[in-house]
């Protein structure tokens, strides 16, 4: 067995197990918009194993960086529609992350009317980019009421519904990077005396609906999720991340699902990788600064089922072929990385053209 052996992950075909991890890239427009930059970004890298789309926002609620789209109307689901038409074209597979951000938001970057909201109203000490204003302090979140929440879960099963419309072959949940997931989980940002706050069961409570929502629309063997235990990125704090986890993936792994998507963080407080393969053996993806020689290791020995590789897709549109054939890599503008229109984003050449 090795990266270029099929996989079957749940009801997800794929021909090698070289994924192309989450990656907001910023090129989408004002009205949150998948756009022909996209369409050819994606096609550009279908030799993928799997694509995981870059984080797509479930509402405008759910929206907080710049220029990130969104799947969440009838205009949305027709612009997907062409980027997963074209990776299908292809040959290749493609998943949605579903990502709402929550707290992580600023409204320079939100449309009209919509709102910052989080399970309790503490800011995220930390600023984001506006295209407006510059560099700009994180929104002060107003924290769900009770009866709110289940209307928050159905719209991560409506752009479930909306993903599987525009064609995607399944669906990821964004549950780490300190989003709103993350912010439900975590002791330092829900301070809820509710059944969705305090003990590890009422703070897992939102992220197992929320996978049972999409499961439910989507058949839980299409459903991923992606997760960094003990991860602080955007202000993130939790007392107990190895119990937290222990707790959420116990439960989430009754649930059938197509795999786990695990970052891992050798200097965090939890040994990430151990969790994960404690509760999803055989269905692991596995992301974070590997290299080939190590990622052919963890496929091999069965460790990993699949590698997601995300910095190094960005200039290496044929990452794939060029693993296949012993080609060198090429480098990434960092300038280009979050920047409009189509320089550093469907610039990068295939192999022998670079
Ligand atoms: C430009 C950029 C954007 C990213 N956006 C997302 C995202 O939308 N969702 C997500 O889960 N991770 C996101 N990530 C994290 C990557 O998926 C991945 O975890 C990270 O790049 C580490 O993998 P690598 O060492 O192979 O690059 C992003 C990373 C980069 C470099």
């Known amino acids: ?15 090698n197990r070289i994924v192309m991890a989450p990656m907001t890239r910023s090129r989408s427009d004002a009205a949150a918009m998948p756009n022909a930059h996209m369409v050819e970004y994606y096609r550009q890298r279908a030799s993928a194993g799997l694509i995981v789309s870059e984080g797509i926002a479930p509402s405008a609620n759910g929206l907080g960086y710049c220029r990130t789209p969104g799947l969440y109307s009838e205009a949305q689901v027709a612009g997907w529609r ?32 919509s709102e ?27 924290a769900l009421t009770l009866g709110e929440i289940p209307a928050v879960i159905e719209e991560y099963r409506q752009a479930t519904r909306n993903a599987l419309q525009a064609g995607f072959d399944g669906v990821e949940l964004h549950c780490t990077s300190g989003y709103l997931p993350a912010q439900f989980l975590s002791t330092g940002t829900n301070q809820r005396s509710d059944a969705y706050g ?32 003990g991860n602080p990125f955007n202000d993130l704090a ?65 460790e990993l089922a699949a590698v997601s590789f995300g910095r190094s897709f960005i200039g290496n549109p044929d990452l794939v072929a060029r693993w296949e054939h012993k080609l060198p890599l090429a480098r990434f503008d960092m300038n280009t990385l979050y920047t409009p229109g189509p320089e550093g984003y469907t610039s990068y050449p295939t192999a022998g053209h670079d």
């Open 116 to 142: 910052t909201v989080a399970p309790s109203a503490i800011t995220a000490k930390a600023q984001m980019y506006t295209d407006q204003a510059g560099m700009q302090d994180m929104d002060a979140p107003r």
């Open 238 to 302: 939790d007392e107990d991340p190895q119990g937290t986890f222990d707790y959420l993936l116990d439960q989430a792994s009754q649930l059938g699902l197509a795999y786990l998507h695990v970052i891992r963080m050798p200097t965090g407080p939890v040994d990430n990788l151990a969790l994960a393969i404690r509760y999803f053996p055989g269905r692991l993806i596995g992301n974070e600064s590997y290299k080939l020689e190590e990622a052919e290791a963890a496929v091999a020995s069965g």
């Open 82 to 113: 062409k980027v997963t038409d074209a990776v299908h074209a292809e040959g290749g597979c493609i998943v949605a992350q579903i990502m709402h951000v929550g707290r992580v938001a600023s409204h320079y970057n939100k449309p009209e009317g």
């Open 1 to 15: 067995m090795n990266l270029f052996t099929p996989l079957e992950l749940g009801a997800l075909r794929l021909r």
């Open 198 to 229: 305090g003990p590890v069961e009422n703070r897992a409570r939102f992220v197992l609906e929320v996978l049972r929502a999409m499961a439910d629309v989507a058949g839980a063997d299409k459903v991923g999720m992606r997760i960094c235990p």
